[in-house]
């Protein structure tokens, strides 16, 4: 709050009630804080109807709402000419396992190499490498159960059947085999895969699992 005294224009009312006014205003003016405006600025009347309707629906259009925030910042750990960071294969985490349960609309073929939907290894592959293989869980392959919203009760059984078996063999299922950031695969710094390390004919996200 801000506090100042300027002289101000006195009325030339017969009662002189007029120049008192006038200085209290022009002091309040001066003292006034948004929050203290916005306190004696008296409340617009709320729009109804249509007319608001069409505003709110004018605001949601034209008025963008941008979203700012880092991707994930690598930088964990010893970096030198054989190691980048604690990441892919090592971090904070590694020695745990993790298991996506996924179900999907579509029919396994709408999920396959050549299908409409991608690859579902490919779908899956900004979570199962960068979310958990990246601080060193290793993770095992999907459970995904297709046609989910086509099931009748009769596929409940088998269903029920698949899902504990997998829960059952947890710790005997090979996780999926990403390669490891440090141990060869890749040049550092620039973390390229190194030539001819790759199945012939495999490229994209393929190309960061071994075998």
């Given amino acids: 709050m ?3 005294s300027t002289p101000t224009p006195r009325s030339t009312g017969a009662s002189g009630s007029g120049s008192a006014s006038t200085r209290r205003r022009t002091v309040l003016r001066l003292m006034d804080t948004p929050r203290t405006a916005a306190k004696r ?3 617009r009347p709320a729009r109804t109807g249509p007319t608001a309707a069409r505003a709110d629906r004018s605001r949601s259009v034209r008025r963008p709402y941008p979203r ?3 991707d994930i910042w690598y930088g964990v750990g010893e970096h030198s000419d054989t190691k980048y960071g604690e990441r892919f294969g090592e971090g904070t985490l590694a020695g745990r396992k993790a298991l996506l349960s996924v179900t999907v609309g579509g029919p396994e073929s709408h999920y396959a190499a050549r299908g409409i939907n991608g690859p579902i290894d490919d779908l ?8 958990l293989y990246c ?10 159960l297709y046609s ?3 099931m009748t009760g009769e596929d409940y059984p088998d269903v029920v059947k698949a899902w504990k078996q997998r829960l059952l063999t947890l710790e005997s299922t090979d996780p999926i085999p990403f390669r490891r950031q ?4 890749y040049e550092i710094p620039s973390l390229q895969l190194k030539e001819g390390l790759e199945p012939a004919g495999r490229t994209g996200f393929g190309l960061h699992v071994r075998g």
């Fill in 2 to 4: 801000a506090y100042a």
């Fill in 41 to 43: 600025a008296p409340a």
């Fill in 68 to 70: 700012v925030r880092p």
């Fill in 124 to 131: 899956l592959f900004p979570i199962h490498h960068g979310i």
């Fill in 135 to 144: 601080p060193g869980i290793e993770v095992l392959p999907p459970f995904v």
């Fill in 148 to 150: 989910a919203d086509r």
């Fill in 182 to 185: 440090n141990f060869g695969d």
